[in-house]
Nanobody
Framework: QVQLVESGGDLVQPGGSLRLSCVASGFTFSETRMYWFRQPPGKGLEWVST????????WYSEAVKGRFTVSRDNDKYTIYLEMNNLKSDDTALYYCAADSQANWRGQGTQVTVSS
């Protein structure tokens, strides 16, 4: 079955950086477009980024464009989210997902941006 395990979340000061990872199993990873979503405290799930199956194409929400970078290593069944210049509004539980509706997603990793 589909399994996704996120890691890398932490408490960081505004302006800081973090790198999230997501290890996938249970499906043909190299043929699957992958997604990052996040859920801020008290709010709904919001899309953050998408990466094509080969990693050539990427898309970002306006809220993170220019600050976040998504990448993947198909040999390691892993996607990454490099987050720079973090803001308090980036505080959220971050999920990776194997579908655009986030039906197949992991347990999430917490990112808290606070001084």
């Amino acid at each position: 079955q589909v399994q996704l395990v996120e890691s890398g979340g932490d408490l960081v000061q505004p302006g800081g950086s973090l790198r999230l990872s997501c290890v996938a199993s249970g499906f043909t990873f190299s043929e699957t477009r992958m997604y990052w979503f996040r859920q801020p405290p008290g709010k709904g799930l919001e899309w953050v980024s998408t990466i094509s199956n080969g990693g050539k194409y990427t898309w970002y929400s306006e809220a993170v464009k220019g600050r976040f970078t998504v990448s993947r290593d198909n040999d390691k069944y892993t996607i990454y989210l490099e987050m720079n210049n973090l803001k308090s509004d980036d505080t959220a539980l971050y999920y990776c997902a194997a579908d655009s509706q986030a039906n197949w997603r992991g347990q999430g990793t917490q990112v808290t941006v606070s001084s």
